[in-house]
Nanobody, 115 residues
Framework: QVTPAESGGGLVQPGGSLRVSCTAS????????RAWYRQAPGKQPEFVAS???????TYADFAKGRFTISRGNVKNRVDLQMTNLKTDDTAVYSC?????????WGQGTQVTVSS
């Protein structure tokens, strides 16, 4: 069992930056993919970015050039650095951890972009 936990959400002004992190606890395999998804009010969840233990990285088109996914300095942590945030980025950001044939989701963290 793996438990991803998100942190770092909050309120930021348009054009600002914010970092959210996902730290997985439990029996984490040495090979996994960690991904960020987001869901805005009244909308379907959408993929944001992912990173594998082999450092294969994928971004959604809206995230390219503004968001950076990386491994944190803490073991089993993945960070999502978001810059030049827009009001449309307001959403609950959730972490998905996938390993072997199992997938685990975190509870999500709210990111609000507003003046």
């Amino acid at each position: 069992q793996v438990t991803p936990a998100e942190s770092g959400g909050g309120l930021v002004q348009p054009g600002g930056s914010l970092r959210v992190s996902c730290t997985a606890s439990g029996n984490v395999d040495s090979t996994y993919v960690r991904a960020w998804y987001r869901q805005a009010p009244g909308k379907q969840p959408e993929f944001v970015a992912s990173i594998s233990t082999g450092n294969s990285i994928t971004y959604a088109d809206f995230a390219k050039g503004r968001f950076t996914i990386s491994r944190g300095n803490v073991k089993n942590r993945v960070d999502l650095q978001m810059t030049n945030l827009k009001t449309d980025d307001t959403a609950v950001y959730s972490c998905r951890h996938s390993e072997s044939r199992e997938t685990f989701w975190g509870q999500g963290t709210q990111v609000t972009v507003s003046s």
